[in-house]
T-cell receptor, first 113, second 112 residues
Framework: KAGVTQTPRYLIKTRGQQVTLSCSPI?????VSWYQQTPGQGLQFLFE???????NKGNFPGRFSGRQFSNSRSEMNVSTLELGDSALYLC????????????FGEGSRLTVL | AQSVTQPDIHITVSEGASLELRCNYS??????LFWYVQSPGQGLQLLLK??????LVQGIKGFEAEFKRSQSSFNLRKPSVHWSDAAEYFC??????????FGDGTTLTVKP
């Protein structure tokens, strides 16, 4: 079956703009998690959505938001971009039960100029 | 708060040699523990996971890990490293897989 698909793979924005990233999970998976990966901070949990509801949230400012649609596809949005938001944003899907393995997409690499 | 420490930022081993990557965790309850591997430009792939039961768990690609509660460790091992194992390895702990705390990663270089 198809894996986790993230779009776009690469994008360049300028400070103050906003960006929307998309994630299509594996068919049948109801949970989508988002992570930010940077050389300085490593992998940091942003949030998890399960059945269209945010189930877990990390320690990121309100500029970072997300949503999940009825088909389990998820989007995350970052408003008022800052230089420090440059990162690889990884999406992971799972069945959503507490032992579910995470399946990661290849990520969306965001560069903020 | 939960945390994960991977003491070794970078490890170099010769092809065919054995490998051990260290992971120490801090978590108040029984942890769920994971090891992931990331190749350049790729997402993360799960190598193995521990939830309960046998403390020695087998994973893909010939990897295994041992959970030691007394030492709060979950070290990853492989008896014979292949050049294709060169990658970055992440240990993670969580209450569940959807929300995991990752270590900073260990970069593995394999010498021919």
């Amino acid at each position: 079956k198809a894996g986790v698909t993230q779009t776009p793979r690469y994008l360049i924005k300028t400070r103050g703009q906003q960006v929307t990233l998309s994630c299509s999970p594996i068919s049948g998976h109801r949970s989508v998690s988002w992570y930010q990966q940077t050389p300085g901070q490593g992998l940091q949990f942003l949030f998890e959505y399960f059945s269209e509801t945010q189930r877990n949230k990390g320690n990121f400012p309100g500029r970072f938001s997300g949503r999940q649609f009825s088909n389990s596809r998820s989007e995350m949005n970052v408003s008022t971009l800052e230089l420090g938001d440059s990162a690889l944003y990884l999406c992971a899907s799972s069945t959503g039960d507490h032992t579910g393995e995470l399946f990661f997409g290849e990520g969306s690499r965001l560069t903020v100029l | 708060a939960q945390s994960v420490t991977q003491p070794d930022i970078h490890i170099t081993v010769s092809e065919g040699a054995s490998l051990e990557l260290r992971c120490n965790y801090s978590y108040g309850a029984t942890p769920y523990l994971f090891w992931y591997v990331q190749s350049p430009g790729q997402g993360l792939q799960l190598l193995l996971k521990y939830f309960s039961g046998d403390t020695l768990v087998q994973g893909i690609k010939g990897f295994e890990a041992e959970f030691k509660r007394s030492q709060s460790s979950f070290n990853l091992r492989k008896p014979s490293v292949h050049w294709s194992d060169a990658a970055e390895y992440f240990c993670a702990v969580g209450p569940n897989a959807g929300k995991s705390t990752f270590g900073d990663g260990t970069t593995l270089t394999v010498k021919p």
